[in-house]
């Protein structure tokens, strides 16, 4: 994942148009649930459109993050994904907000759990005297569920002008900056900015000296 999240937008148009304001907005796209705190958080959506929006909230697993055969498992059972999303439909008048609870319900698992939780907007009825257009934008929220224990091994091996990070399996995903290994409880809410790069449990990246990236 080369960001945080991911935006997603769908545009439904009929005609050349003249375009409808809905803006659906969140507080956080990131939710790190860490051992020794309450396994859920909040995130307020707001609307700070001038039109109702009807807002979804689709929860997946992250299979193999990272990997190239990572896979979005769906599933319409909470015990089954391990993940408690509500409300799953909600409906925002304009300047009105409400919370979206994200609760892991699993016990902690060996290593992470990774989420994506995607909250958008959808269509609702396009009426107009004239040709309009609705465009819709909602968000891929990144949800980790920690185990009881974290590590956060990183090693480091320096190849002629590039610097290779890894991480062994199994250990929690972790944060480097310019070939430094950032502790996990420096990372508990999200990756440092600067230059800073996340490197999944069982995977390595190469940095080319003197300069760093971030993803």
Known sequence: MHTAFRAAAAAIAIG?????AADLVLNMVVVDLVPGQPPRADIEASNTGS??????????EIVNPGRPDERRVASPDPAALGLLVTPQKMILEPGERKLVRIAAIAPPARTD????????????DVSAATSALKILVGYDVLVIAR?????????????????????????????TRAG????????????????????????????????????
């Open 113 to 124: 759990r990774i989420y994506r939780v995607t909250i958008k907007p959808v269509a609702g």
């Open 147 to 175: 185990p009881a224990v974290m590590t956060g091994t990183v090693t480091a091996t320096r190849t002629g002008a590039s610097m290779t990070l890894a991480t062994p399996a199994p250990p929690t995903s972790n944060c």
């Open 16 to 20: 050349a148009a003249s375009p409808a």
């Open 180 to 215: 430094s290994a950032i502790p996990p409880a420096r990372t508990a809410r999200r990756c440092p900015r600067g230059g800073s790069t996340r490197a999944r449990r069982g995977r390595s990246r190469s940095i080319p000296r003197g300069r760093s990236t971030t993803r």
């Open 51 to 60: 039109e109702r929006i009807y807002v979804v909230a689709e929860p997946a």
